[in-house]
């Protein structure tokens, strides 16, 4: 196909994903001449913009060193932008003309990248497809959250995409599959004999997998306020990482392969219940050093004042299957908290028949997804010397030491790029999707009918107090301060 001209197209292209993260993948896939030659780039938006103008939206988000300079321009040379309302025919007929000019009438592929909000999203997609497709090559669409807010909204959403276009030619992204140690997940326990065998009830005591960001909602409460930290990162990023964790092995790394077992573990958890849920919510800390600190979330003047919806969840999982009975999943996530932290904890049982006077600690495998790649092993030596006391140490594989100088690609340009390769390994299909919204969907209404009251924590703290004692009483040991 690397003859072909590809054309890639960016509805919402003024947005705030466009100009954070698509057009800096672009240009970075670009720079470093990983995209098929010849591909073209073209932005649709409402906004009357110039490309000069959508470079300066851009600017802070490229990172272009000044070497770089000539190529970049010559990026943005590439680039042609529309402007057209996401409703009726027109500005998609004049889109297409567009699409034709750059790829001088030739049989070309085209990716239809859909950064935009849900409610035009049922028109825009029709109006590629009746006005916008390639007629002689392929045709790739991404899409991005939120797939619906329940499982009937995300299946009329899924049905309606399906009467439009082919499983294949559907890109469901979920940003976390992306992320360098989320897709080393498969390596690390299909290619190590040593955890292989060990991944299971019988070795395993809990899984403890954490999404954590020291800021607030930052400009984006009006969207967050509708959806909620359940919907927006556990829902989707916390629950493929368990996927993952918790899946068989599949019969191959086909992309079918994989993502039928992720399916069949997402099938053997229950529907998740209050009872193993802790629900809060930031408010300010006076003693905050910035506004933003001490701005807490029903302050924030996007969100209603009376709102209930979470900005912190935990929920505990469980897979009823043979190697994960009674092994508790917990997921938790928050925002406004102190730290930026994404990692999975796996912790072993307890050594049986100690003789160490009860100072044997458990091991953990710890899987950091960021900041700062890392795998390291927690386990008990001897303290070097002449005592024989003993002390928790670890097996340390931190990327930044081991492979110093490599370069790790953000989430998005492996994702991208995937795209053009025809790659749907790490792209969410539609019975995952469906999956998930079936173990989320009940406590959702729940929470939202009820208006269950979140408990409320300090912007900047570690989340509300509960949350650790939940994890204790699910068989997950504190021994320090995660
Ligand atoms: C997005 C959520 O999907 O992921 C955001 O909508 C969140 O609320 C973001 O901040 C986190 O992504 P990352 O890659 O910065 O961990």
Known sequence: DRKIPHTFVIFGASGDLAK?????????????????????????????????????????????????????DEFWDLNEYVAGNYDGRTGFELLNQQLELMENKNRANRIFYLALPPSVFDEVTVNIKNICMS???????????????????????????????????????????GKEMVQNLMTIRFGNKILSSTWNRENIASVLITFK????????????????IIRDVMQNHLLQILSLVAMEKPVSCHPDDIRDEKVKVLKSIAALELKDMVLGQYVGNPQGRTE??????????????????????????????????????????????????????????????????????????????QPGEALYFKMMTKTPGITFDI?????????????????????????????????????????????????????????????????PYLYGSRGPKEANRKCEENNFKYYGSY
């Open 391 to 455: 002390e928790e140490t670890e097996l340390d594989l931190t990327y930044e030491h081991r492979y110093r100088g490599f370069y790790l690609p953000d989430a998005y340009e492996r994702l991208i790029l995937d795209v053009f390769c025809g790659s749907q390994m790490h792209f969410v299909r539609s019975d995952e999707l469906c999956e998930a919204w079936r173990i989320f969907t009940p406590i959702l209404h729940r929470i939202e009918k009820e208006r269950i009251k979140p408990i």
């Open 213 to 228: 960001e020291p800021f607030g909602t930052q400009g984006r409460g009006g969207y967050f306020d509708e959806f909620g």
């Open 20 to 72: 954070k993260k698509i057009y800096p993948t672009l240009w970075w896939l670009y720079r470093d001449d990983l995209l098929p030659k010849p591909t073209k780039f073209c932005g649709y938006a409402r906004s009357k913009l110039t490309i000069e103008k959508l470079k300066e939206n851009c600017k802070q988000y490229m990172k272009v060193q000044a070497h770089e300079v000539d190529k970049y």
């Open 135 to 177: 007629t002689c090559g392929w045709n790739r669409v991404i899409v991005e959250k939120p797939f619906g807010r329940d499982d009937v909204s995300s299946k009329a959403l899924s049905d309606h995409l399906a009467g439009l276009f082919s499983e294949e030619q559907l890109y469901r992204i979920d940003h976390y599959l």
């Open 292 to 369: 933003d600190e001490r701005t807490g979330y029903l302050e924030d003047e996007t969100v209603d004042k009376n709102s209930t919806t979470p900005t912190y969840a935990l929920a505990v999982l469980h897979i009823n299957n043979e190697r994960w009975q009674d092994v508790p999943f917990i997921l938790r996530c928050g925002k406004a908290l102190n730290d930026r932290k994404a990692e999975v904890r796996i912790q072993y049982h307890d050594v049986p028949g100690d003789i160490f006077e009860g100072n044997s600690k458990r091991n953990e495998l710890v899987i950091r997804v």
